[in-house]
């Protein structure tokens, strides 16, 4: 029986779409796994599906799972092209403001175009418990020790954790190394996301982004919140900047502590296919 499934992608941020709203999905780790191999698979970042909302309140849920076969609990590149995909499917107009459900809680989205989605990412969460991140109390900077390197980091939930470190050159060649470590970090018991970030100016960062379950990808929605979150918190951004990731840029808007960030960027069809294999497993 073949799996049908959109490839899509949000700034370089590929996905593998998969229409969930008539029943249960059977997608094993083993099966994603073989599905986002590059090689001999299709291939993604990230697998998403649409299914009936699980909250009463929501028009849909949407799962996350990452190339390793490990569920997320958010992607602000994913949640673009899930609103996207809606409205290719006639589930929602542009224009309109809906709320959809995330593993880690609902968000509202808004299409400005067929191909532009504004999305509320909610309030940035700093408490380090609910990062969850191992540290007495909260603070704008934690040195952590990684690969023998101590790195002044900003920790914080956009839904999912993340580490934030600021560079003065992302083409620093030690970033290679330090990404999958700070990853990997033990006082993040969950692992992280972590990004590394350049400021310009006020209102222009540049960014590169190792993701737990994927590695390093062109673009990272809830890594650019992540990332302006944590400067906003210490004074060096305003409130709307322009993040320059790999893949493309995307647009963050947070006027700071008590108030919800939002998020615009672009999300783009690439074709429509049949997984023909779906018991396929390691």
Not at 70 to 76: A, E, I, M, N, T
Not at 137 to 163: F, K, W
Request: some cysteine.
């Amino acid at each position: 029986m073949a799996l049908r499934f959109s490839k899509m992608h949000g700034s370089g941020n590929d996905f593998v779409v998969i229409d969930g709203r008539g029943g249960a999905l059977a997608l094993s780790p083993a099966l994603i796994r073989a599905m986002a191999d590059r090689h001999t698979g299709i291939g993604f970042d990230q697998l998403l599906s649409v299914e009936p909302a699980r909250d009463g309140r929501s028009a849909f849920y949407y799962g996350i799972w990452n190339a390793d076969g490990s569920p997320s609990g958010q992607c602000g590149n994913g949640v673009r092209c899930v609103a996207a995909w809606l409205h290719r499917a006639g589930a929602l107009a542009l224009g309109d403001t809906v709320q959809i459900q995330s593993p880690s809680g609902p968000v509202a989205v808004r299409l400005a175009d067929a191909h532009r989605v504004t999305v509320d990412m909610g309030e940035p969460i700093f408490d380090p418990a609910r990062i969850p991140f191992d540290a007495p109390h909260a603070a704008d900077r934690y040195t952590l020790e990684v690969d023998g390197q101590a790195l002044d980091i900003g920790a914080v939930s956009m839904g999912n954790p993340h580490a934030v470190v600021t560079v003065d050159d992302l083409a620093d060649p030690s970033l290679a190394r330090l990404g999958p470590a700070l990853t990997g970090h033990a006082r993040f018991r969950e692992g992280t996301n972590t990004g590394f970030v350049q400021r310009l100016s006020a209102h222009h960062v540049r960014l590169r982004v190792h993701e737990r379950g994927a590695g390093w990808t062109l673009a990272c929605g809830t890594g650019a919140c992540a990332a302006v979150a944590v400067l906003r918190q210490r004074g060096q951004v305003d409130a709307q900047v322009q993040v320059d990731l790999p893949g493309g840029s995307l647009h963050i808007d947070w006027a700071g502590p008590g108030e919800r960030l939002w998020m615009t960027g672009p999300a783009s069809f690439v074709y429509e296919g049949e997984w023909l294999d779906p018991q396929h497993s390691d």
